[in-house]
């Protein structure tokens, strides 16, 4: 697919950079101009020479210019405004330009986005005053520069916030801290499958779509250090998001979010059962997503001649996969609701349980099931110089495992043994959780694939 770019060179580079490194599937053309009135020109030019499939808005300023010279038969977009950019510029306004933030002037900004990303930061009661312009009056954006600078010169305001370079810079050259917006690099990503959606819709592909539905999710083993579990739920978050688009790529296939926790891959087929299902793709999102017993996934696969009817047939299928509580996809094709499981090839439960309580104690699986040997041989009651001899390891290295053993709450001081030298050693009954307490030589994965 070929998509147009138009928009201001700052902006039109940051899309560069996200296309090279996230997007190399994805052929581009630039079109540059710092001036938002010549949009139209271009967007007409695009059309005209027929070279792009697809048109690409840096903003929604630009394609308010070009918007009557978009022809309705070219999909387009633009990259809309996103609560990560907005609080990266109010960071950028408190650390550079020391504003206090309890009184700002935005332009294309909207307030109640501001105000909500303000809020999400814990400052509250900020007054955030609007720029009344019009983009269709003449000379907009100079009125906009005496906006904001009228705002500062008269103390309304501690800081200016615009999405447009032509704003930012003379009123910066005049020592009035104004701070240029920037599109998030994840909202290039998804304005660019938005399209390829569009794209692939239009086409239809021989009459079949396919639409793979996921859902996940990251729940809390316990109500302690919550800072680090939110910390590990946005962490489970993007790296999961990264898996999916990467999925995606390799399928040629289009993606879009629905919230933070839902995906839709749109894609041909062919290339579900070819490239998806044939080559384990749904396997490795599985697993990815399920290696530990507090991250879930679940997923519904539909096929359908419209990507309306493959998207309710995929939803369909998402839904009975999390009510039957299996870990089991499905997959929906035809009008009479019958759901055709498939093979997950899920890794088994004591597996994840394992993997997640090592990273939990921070110690290696492979250090973990010495732990379990030990116990196992010589019982659950010992002193740490035992555990030391049984997992062959130093008496430093297994006190710092048992601290951390002791944080998890697996340790219980039953005694003290005296050799007749130095201090009473601590024995101490050690009890991993139950999901750990099997035999790793029935297990066929205890030693990974």
């Not at 800081?159 to 370079?165: I, K, L, N, V, Y």
């Not at 909202?187 to 239809?204: F, G, K, N, P, T």
């Not at 999961?240 to 839709?264: I, P």
């Not at 035809?334 to 759901?339: G, I, N, Q, T, Y």
């Amino acid at each position: 697919m070929k998509i147009g770019v138009i928009g201001p060179s700052i902006t039109v580079n940051i899309i560069k950079n996200v296309a090279q490194r996230e997007l190399p599937d994805v052929q581009f053309v630039y079109h540059c101009s710092e001036f938002y009135e010549q949009a139209g020109e271009m967007a007409a030019a695009f059309q005209a020479q027929r070279e792009v499939d697809a048109i690409l808005f840096t903003g929604p300023t630009n394609f308010a210019y070009a918007r009557k010279r978009v022809s309705p038969t070219i999909p387009w977009s633009y990259l809309p405004h996103s609560r990560t950019a907005a609080l990266q510029a109010l960071l950028e306004a408190m650390a550079v330009h020391g504003s206090d933030l309890k009184a700002i002037s935005v332009d294309r900004y909207e307030p109640e986005l501001m105000r909500q990303v303000l809020e999400g930061a814990g400052i509250q009661g900020t007054k955030i005053i609007r720029a009344p312009c019009d983009f269709e009056e003449p000379g907009y954006e100079k009125k906009l520069q005496e906006f904001h600078r009228g705002c500062y010169l008269r103390g309304e305001v501690s800081a200016c916030f615009t999405s447009m370079e032509h704003i930012m810079e003379p009123l910066v050259a005049e020592g009035i801290p104004c701070v240029r917006i920037y599109p998030a690099e994840e909202i290039v990503q998804e304005q660019v499958y938005h399209l390829q959606i569009l794209d692939l819709s239009a086409r239809e592909n021989q009459g079949k779509l396919a639409v793979i539905a996921i859902h996940f999710d990251y729940t809390f083993d316990s109500e302690q250090d919550l800072f680090i579990r939110e910390w590990e739920k946005m962490q489970y978050q993007n790296k999961f998001r990264e898996q999916v688009y990467a999925a995606a790529q390799r399928m040629e296939a289009a993606v879009f979010g629905d919230g933070l926790d839902h995906f839709f891959i749109l894609t041909t087929r062919s290339m579900l059962m070819n490239a998806f299902l044939k080559n384990k793709e749904h396997w490795k999102l599985l697993r990815f997503g399920q290696r530990s017993p507090e991250f879930k996934v679940w997923m519904g696969i539909g096929i359908g001649s419209a990507m309306l009817v493959a998207k309710s047939r995929a939803t369909m299928a998402l839904n009975h996969a999390v009510k039957e509580h299996s870990g089991t996809s499905f997959l929906a094709e035809s009008e009479d609701r019958a759901l055709t499981p498939l093979d997950t090839g899920a890794v088994p439960a004591p597996d994840q349980a394992a993997a997640f309580f090592a990273r939990k104690i921070q110690v290696s699986t492979d250090t973990l099931d010495k732990i379990r040997r030990c116990l196992r041989s010589q019982g659950d009651t010992l002193t740490a110089d035992q555990l030391a001899r049984g997992m062959g390891i130093t008496i430093r290295s297994v006190n710092r495992i048992v601290s951390r053993l002791e944080e998890a709450g697996c340790v219980t001081v039953v005694g003290r043994h005296s050799t007749g030298k130095g201090r009473p050693a601590r024995v101490m009954k050690i009890a991993l959780p139950e999901s750990l307490r099997w035999d790793e030589m029935e297990n066929p994965f205890s030693r990974g694939e």
